[in-house]
């Protein structure tokens, strides 16, 4: 069974940095499209940065100027960089990726099982 394995959340301070991690885990799937989710305490889950197989990326206005999302598709792993973070950054964040056995196969829709992120004043 395919599953996403995320790393690099934890505690960091007002104006830090963290960088999260993506990748499949004990398969030869690959990821295609791909993004990052984050979900608030009594708040809905939302979109925070999203990138295609060719590299095109969105951004929620939230973090535009603030977080990177990229890709290393040598090693199959999927990155958001976060600069610069606020309080109201706190969540647990979640990949979520389109992986294909081949390029012209079905794309499987899967989520990692979140990983907490937590600002501090």
């Known amino acids: 069974q395919v599953q996403l394995v995320e790393s690099g959340g934890g505690l960091v301070q007002t104006g830090g940095s963290l960088r999260l991690s993506c990748a499949p885990s004990?398969?030869?799937?690959?990821?295609?499209?791909a993004g990052w989710y984050r979900q608030a305490p009594g708040k809905q889950r939302e979109l925070v940065a999203s990138?295609?197989?060719?590299?095109?990326?969105n951004y929620a206005d939230s973090v535009k100027g603030r977080f990177t999302i990229s890709r290393d598709n040598a090693k199959n792993t999927m990155y958001l960089q976060m600069n610069s973070l606020k309080p109201e950054d706190t969540a647990v964040y979640y990949c979520?990726?389109?992986?294909?056995?081949?390029?012209?196969?079905?794309?499987?829709?899967?989520w990692g099982q979140g990983t907490q992120v937590t600002v501090s004043t």
């Open positions: 004990g398969s030869n799937f690959k990821i295609n499209a």
């Open positions: 979520n990726a389109g992986l294909k056995l081949a390029p012209w196969s079905h794309s499987y829709d899967i």
């Open positions: 990138i295609t197989s060719g590299g095109s990326t």
